[in-house]
């Protein structure tokens, strides 16, 4: 079975712009989840999906936006990047919601640099 | 609410001694509890979990946890550790779908 997949693997981008970033779930899993990942903060949760519905969602300003497609698969979107912006970027699937009890699956993540 | 300490940042040991990475838990529930591991340029890949059943779990790569509710902790140990430990290692706690991330020990392997 394949694992998550995460596109682009690596990004550079400049300060304004704008970014999409694609997860491919597990085949099967319904339940996407986001995080950013930074040496300072960490990783932070920014929002999940479930069945095409945002379902939980981190503390992040509303330049963070994502979606959900009717095959799982999901894509976060930033705009008006920022220099704190640069971070790892995770996703991670599960079968069902992130509950308490359900393993989540993590794709190897996208790696933006804004500058 | 709830939280996750994680106590040290960075964990050095030898090469088949024992390892020790500690993590506290708050949380005014039953929470479940996971350690993940994070190699470099890698995402992160479930070591075990707890979920109120037994208190001693046991996970891959001979990692093994204890939850100690009098204690609010769920240290994550290995009798024995391997090169190819080396790693990032995340404490994380969740309740009723608010997941919460502890901040990462550097594991570091000395041969």
């Known amino acids: 079975k394949a694992g998550v997949t995460q596109t682009p693997r690596y990004l550079i981008k400049t300060r304004g712009q704008q970014v999409t970033l694609s997860c491919s779930p597990i085949s099967g899993h319904r339940s996407v989840s986001w995080y950013q990942q930074t040496p300072g903060q960490g990783l932070q949760f920014l929002f999940e999906?479930?069945?095409?519905?945002?379902?939980n969602k981190g503390n992040f300003p509303g330049r963070f936006s994502g979606r959900q497609f009717s095959n799982s698969r999901s894509e976060m979107n930033v705009s008006t990047l920022e220099l704190g912006d640069s971070a790892l970027y995770l996703c991670a699937s599960s079968v069902l919601r992130q509950a308490s009890y359900n393993e989540q699956f993590f794709g190897p993540g996208t790696r933006l640099t804004v500058l | 609410a709830q939280s996750v300490t994680q106590l040290d940042s960075h964990v050095s040991v030898s090469e088949g001694t024992p390892v020790l990475l500690r993590c506290n838990y708050s949380s005014s529930y039953s929470p479940s509890l996971f350690w993940y591991v994070q190699h470099p340029n890698k995402g992160l890949q479930l070591l075990l979990k707890y979920t109120s059943a037994a208190t001693l779990v046991k996970g891959i790569n001979g990692f093994e946890a204890e939850f100690k509710k009098s204690e609010t902790s769920f240290h994550l140990t290995k009798p024995s550790a391997h090169m190819s430990d080396a790693a990032e290692y995340f404490c994380v706690v969740t309740y009723n779908n608010d997941m919460r991330f502890g901040a990462g020990t550097r594991l570091t392997v000395k041969p």
């Open positions: 999906y479930f069945s095409e519905t945002q379902r």
